[in-house]
T-cell receptor
Framework: DAGVTQSPTHLIKTRGQQVTLRCSPK?????VSWYQQALGQGPQFIFQ???????QRGNFPDRFSGHQFPNYSSELNVNALLLGDSALYLC??????????FGPGTRLTVL | AQSVSQHNHHVILSEAASLELGCNYS??????LFWYVQYPGQHLQLLLK??????LVKGIKGFEAEFIKSKFSFNLRKPSVQWSDTAEYFC??????????FGSGTRLSIRP
């Protein structure tokens, strides 16, 4: 049984560009959460998707948006990239109220 | 405001030493508490969790944590550490149906 998968593994962009990160949840999971982990910090919650709707959002600007598809996979989009967006982006999946399982992350570098 | 504080940023121990990592939280509502570990080059893994019931929780690899409601604490312990325990440890609070709030992490280095 595959766990949470994310693509791509690494990504390099320049300021002002847009980026899309992808996440496939663990089999049987219907909820996807996204987190940003800056170097030396703990993960910070961006938003959570359930039944293709954004259920909750953290303290991130509107440049960060997402989507969940009928197969429960999810995308994170970031527009107008800033240097400060450089981080490890983590996807976590869960089955409703149960524990979240994390993927390996996508390392985004903004130059 | 909801928050998690981890008091130790970097802990260095010798093999076989005992470990205790501090964690305090501020959270309204029903408390679900977690300890996650991130080994070098690997993704976040759940060490243990507390949802309800016995406040002494046992996790994988010999780790345990005690929920003390009166102190808003959830400290992680291990009686005898091994070199393979070298990793970053994160305390977290929240709900799987909602956001999880992480502490800033404690880096544990074990001298062989």
């Amino acid at each position: 049984d595959a766990g949470v998968t994310q693509s791509p593994t690494h990504l390099i962009k320049t300021r002002g560009q847009q980026v899309t990160l992808r996440c496939s949840p663990k089999s049987g999971h219907d909820t996807v959460s996204w987190y940003q982990q800056a170097l030396g910090q703990g993960p910070q919650f961006i938003f959570q998707y359930y039944e293709e709707e954004e259920r909750q959002r953290g303290n991130f600007p509107d440049r960060f948006s997402g989507h969940q598809f009928p197969n429960y996979s999810s995308e994170l989009n970031v527009n107008a990239l800033l240097l400060g967006d450089s981080a490890l982006y983590l996807c976590a999946s869960s089955q409703s109220r149960f524990e979240q399982f994390f993927g390996p992350g996508t390392r985004l570098t903004v130059l | 405001a909801q928050s998690v504080s981890q008091h130790n940023h970097h802990v260095i121990l010798s093999e076989a030493a005992s470990l205790e990592l501090g964690c305090n939280y501020s959270y309204g509502g029903t408390v679900n508490l977690f300890w996650y570990v991130q080994y070098p080059g690997q993704h976040l893994q759940l060490l243990l969790k507390y949802f309800s019931g016995d406040p002494l929780v046992k996790g994988i690899k010999g780790f345990e944590a005690e929920f003390i409601k009166s102190k808003f604490s959830f400290n992680l312990r291990k009686p005898s550490v091994q070199w393979s325990d070298t990793a970053e440890y994160f305390c977290a609070v929240g709900s799987s149906a909602s956001k999880i709030i992480f502490g800033s992490g404690t880096r544990l280095s074990i001298r062989p």
